[in-house]
């Protein structure tokens, strides 16, 4: 399973055998043992590299997973027994790290003065696939609960406000209709069961459709630099609007008839994937902070 997952991380078999510690002969030999073991053909080697077939990619899925949860085991049990500090590895949406991620970091090092947490701040549309696979433990942030994938678990704690924002002074001195912000050039992020997709898929139910396919844009730091320096538009939380140090001035919510409805901020995790102490920690303490976001 780890040779697997080395390979889809490094691209090729001599890659992989180099962060393994291994011959690239004795990788070979582990690939080609996990094929006869799963009898399906799991990679297709070619002169440019090698390429997972269906089977191969459905089973590194699986391979991620597995490895994840047997590393959150080890970890457990090392802490249990003084060995280890605890950990946990979460993603946090820009209006969690802005309302609530300090509270959440300082309750967290009072209950494990040394533990670590590996924090990564961003859309919903990085932080989805990589605890698909297991790279995170949790995320925090807005979501739209049915439209994402199956295997996710989504608790709302709170609820937050969508509001159109651009840097330009054109359409922030006068009220503007959304059919008339339609034609201009927006920048979002929308992925499956986030808030940008929540947002269109309001706009497309009151029959309005951007005119222009959007700049796609999937880090918080970009986003705000774009906002305020073009004529861009974004969907941004009412709720950090004001936070000067995140967003910067310049950037102007925009007068329009109506908003989206309110949307759903809570904790996500797989399903039936257990976590680890540490990180039930950050599930209970987001619990309860996150409900006066």
């Known amino acids: 399973m780890k040779a697997l997952i080395a390979l889809a991380e490094t691209g090729s078999i001599r890659g992989a055998a180099r962060s393994m510690g291994l011959t690239q002969s004795a990788l070979t030999k582990a690939l080609r043992e996990l094929e006869a073991q799963t009898g399906a053909r799991l990679l297709v080697r070619e002169t440019r590299g090698t390429r997972f077939t269906p089977a191969g990619s459905a089973l590194l899925?699986?391979?991620?997973?597995?490895?994840?949860?047997?590393?959150?085991?080890?970890?457990d049990v090392r802490r249990l027994s003084g060995q280890a500090?605890?950990?946990?590895?979460?993603?946090?949406?820009?209006?969690?790290?802005?309302?609530?991620?300090?509270?959440?970091?300082?309750?967290?090092?009072?209950?494990?003065?040394?533990?670590?947490?590996?924090?990564?701040?961003?859309?919903?549309?990085?932080a989805v696939q990589r605890l698909i696979d297991g790279r995170l433990d949790l995320v925090l942030g807005m979501a739209t609960p049915a439209a994402l994938p199956a295997d996710l678990d989504f608790r709302p704690m709170g609820e937050i406000l969508l509001a159109p924002v651009s840097g330009s002074e054109r359409l922030a001195r006068r009220p503007v209709s959304w059919e008339e912000l339609a034609r201009e050039r927006w920048l979002l992020s929308p992925v499956p069961g986030g808030a940008d997709q929540a947002a269109?898929?309001?706009?497309?139910?009151?029959?309005?459709?951007?005119?222009?396919?959007?700049?796609?844009?999937r880090s918080p730091f970009l986003h705000a630099v774009l906002n305020r320096s073009t004529d861009l538009i974004s969907f941004c939380p009412t709720q950090i609007l004001e936070d000067v140090s995140l967003w910067g001035r310049g950037l102007h919510q925009l007068q329009v008839p109506d908003l989206p409805p309110p949307l759903p901020v809570g904790i996500m995790t797989r399903k039936h994937v257990p976590?680890?102490?540490?990180?039930r920690d950050i599930v209970e303490i987001s619990s309860r902070l996150m409900q006066s976001i």
């Open 61 to 75: 899925e699986h391979a991620r997973l597995i490895v994840a949860s047997l590393r959150r085991a080890e970890e």
């Open 275 to 279: 976590l680890s102490l540490a990180a």
């Open 200 to 217: 269109l898929d309001w706009l497309e139910d009151k029959g309005v459709r951007l005119a222009h396919p959007p700049m796609l844009c």
């Open 85 to 126: 500090v605890a950990s946990a590895r979460i993603a946090v949406t820009p209006v969690v790290a802005v309302t609530k991620l300090t509270g959440i970091i300082q309750e967290f090092e009072r209950r494990h003065p040394y533990g670590q947490l590996d924090i990564d701040i961003g859309t919903m549309a990085n």
